[in-house]
């Protein structure tokens, strides 16, 4: 069972930046891939940005094209947290995140192959 806790979320203004953090039990956190995923009210949950666990690919990054070059997710496995550096952030990246662990390591942009998740923070960005 592994247990996930979002932090970091807040209000900031366009063009601002925020990192969100996600804090896991568990001893087998290294060896899954960790993703991050949003919603917003009336939309579905939609991928993010997601980092390997240890392994041939490990920390291998992939994201949304939405995010890529203004976001990056890491990990720190000694600390058992992944994070969410957001950068130049955009009225339409408001949203609840959510952090997720799959411990496949399959298809890490899909939600459906994530076991465990977290309860969100919001993040809204003003215009």
């Known amino acids: 069972q592994v247990q996930l806790v979002e932090s970091g979320g807040g209000l900031v203004q366009a063009g601002g930046s925020l990192r969100l953090s996600c804090a896991a039990s568990g001893r087998t956190f290294s060896s899954y891939a960790m993703g991050w995923f949003r919603q917003a009210p009336g939309k579905e949950r939609e991928f993010v940005a997601a980092?390997?666990?240890?392994?041939?690919?490990?920390?291998?990054?992939y994201y949304a094209e939405s995010v890529k070059g203004r976001f990056t997710i890491s990990r720190d496995n000694a600390k058992n947290t992944v994070y969410l550096q957001m950068n130049s952030l955009k009225p339409e990246d408001t949203a609840v995140y959510y952090c997720?662990?799959?411990?496949?390591?399959?298809?890490?942009?899909?939600?459906?192959?994530?076991?465990?998740w977290g309860q969100g923070t919001q993040v809204t960005v003003s215009s």
């Open positions: 997720a662990a799959n411990p496949s390591n399959r298809n890490i942009n899909t939600p459906r192959w994530y076991e465990y």
């Open positions: 980092i390997k666990g240890s392994g041939v690919y490990t920390s291998y990054t």
